[in-house]
């Protein structure tokens, strides 16, 4: 490997001649350089564009030693991460250093790259085809103490949080083949409904969908059936972080939960935002934490993780009506906390869903539950922030909100900022909801 076509994308100093990238409010300067997919092949973005893997490839201009491996040249005939998460921790760093040399400033690849770059608001980059990883399976966890505490105080006023919640990650089995690109319409659900708690009931379209505020990651290195993730490797074994819009209907929800958990209420659709923020791009915003009471269970042996950290992102819900989109209108923000606030973090998640030996496989999807936060206004989803419609939301047209109504679009960004440290952004996660089908 020669050194001098490699640059640390870490360093807070470094710059780029890609346009947009320097954009103090911008979400994708040279320190991030989040993956996805474009036009059915490997993507990384920078500023106002995206550059396509394999194009570079194809023009000669990776450093030889990565460009010659079978892993990297499988890797670009895919149409998904899937192939760059399974490459070597120190090929993976190769590859963000030698793009980072390729798109900084005063780099002599500049000529060649700019003839490849493609517009971020060309239709292939803004609304991909698919998710950007395969996922062979989806788990969504409930790791937010507020959210939990809200949530449960609605239902049982007396007894909020179940005694096992602050001992044990809790999770259910979400579904893999319904997570859906950002951009993809979300068609309402129907389902058994009830008037009244013991029924009868009917079925039809659902009257109170919900979004969820989330933060997804997916795993990078994975366990064989039988073993465990210490919880101090967890960490690193996750290869990025994306945004996630668990769409939840409250109505169906109400009558099937118990006693299994969220099933059809949930697995209609689930939205991930097309760019994966690497672990890397993030370790400058990774905060102490979580927050424990004093009289808070001390995490067992396999969940104490001395050095665990959770990851302050800002985190933003947007809603805009069908006639907002029409006139023009900006979305109005519903919502704004940080995902610095959970009570679980994601190395724990990752180690709990493992510890009874449940293999984790490269690209499965973890996402962490409804990030609320203390404040009304960081509460991640309509059933808390409209606490069940009791407190209806104004939107920018003047028209009220209980739930979520045909043509709203659930806009997710999220951005994590720092002193001395370009801003880091994720992006959207968005999704248009269309009326049930007949
Ligand atoms: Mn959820």
Redesign the pocket.
Same mark, same amino acid.
């Given at each position: 490997m020669s050194v001098n076509v490699l640059l640390d994308p870490a360093d807070p100093a470094l710059r780029s001649w890609v346009p947009g990238a320097n954009n103090p409010d911008g979400d994708f300067p040279i320190q991030n350089l989040p993956y996805g997919t474009v036009d059915g092949g490997v993507a990384v973005r920078i500023g106002n564009k995206a550059l396509v893997l394999r194009d570079v490839l194809e023009a000669d201009l990776f450093v030889k030693k990565l460009a010659s491996s079978d892993e990297f040249q499988m890797a670009m005939d895919m149409a998904w991460l899937n192939g760059i998460a399974e490459l070597s921790p120190e090929q993976q760093t190769m590859l963000r250093r030698n793009l980072a040399y390729m798109l900084a400033e005063g780099s002599p690849a500049r000529p060649k790259l700019e003839r490849l770059l493609r517009d971020a608001n060309d239709a292939s980059v803004e609304a991909p085809e698919d998710a950007p990883f395969v996922v062979g399976d989806y788990t /969504?966890f409930?790791a937010s103490l507020h959210h939990a505490t809200n949530v449960g105080s609605m239902f049982r006023p007396t007894n909020p949080l179940l005694p096992n919640w602050k001992h044990v990650p809790i999770g259910y089995h979400g579904r893999a083949s319904s997570i859906i690109p950002s951009g993809r319409p979300v068609i309402r659900p129907s389902g058994q409904t009830v008037a009244s708690d013991d029924g009868p009931p009917s079925f039809g379209p659902c009257k109170l969908l919900d979004y *969820?505020l *989330?933060v997804g990651f997916y795993v990078g290195v994975g366990n064989e059936l039988g073993e465990t993730v210490p919880v101090t490797d967890a960490w690193r074994r996750i290869f990025g972080f994306c945004l996630v819009n /668990?769409w939840?209907a409250r109505d169906i929800q109400k009558w099937e939960y118990q006693p299994l958990g969220p099933f059809l209420a949930?697995n209609f659709a689930t939205t991930v935002s097309p760019w994966v923020v690497t672990r890397e791009a993030l370790e400058p915003f990774r905060v102490a934490g979580p927050s424990r009471a004093a009289d808070d269970p001390r995490p067992l042996d396999y969940l104490c993780d001395p050095n665990g950290t959770n990851i302050d992102i800002t985190l933003e819900v947007f809603i805009a009506s069908l006639k907002m989109r029409n006139s023009g209108l900006a979305p109005t923000l519903v919502s704004r906390g940080s995902f610095r606030d959970m009570f679980w973090t994601p190395a724990q998640m990752l180690a709990h869903h493992a510890s009874n030996g449940c293999n984790m496989q490269i690209g499965d999807l973890l996402?962490s539950?409804?990030v609320s936060g203390a404040t009304k206004d960081s509460r991640g989803c309509m059933l808390e922030r409209t606490w069940r419609g009791t407190e209806p939301i104004t939107l920018g047209d003047g028209t009220e909100r209980k739930f979520l109504l045909d043509g709203d679009e659930v806009i997710i960004r999220g951005h994590c900022v720092k002193p001395g440290h370009p801003r880091i952004g994720f992006g959207e996660c968005r999704g248009i909801v269309l009326p049930a089908r007949a």
């Open positions: /969504d409930y *969820e *989330e /668990d939840s949930k996402a539950g409804t």
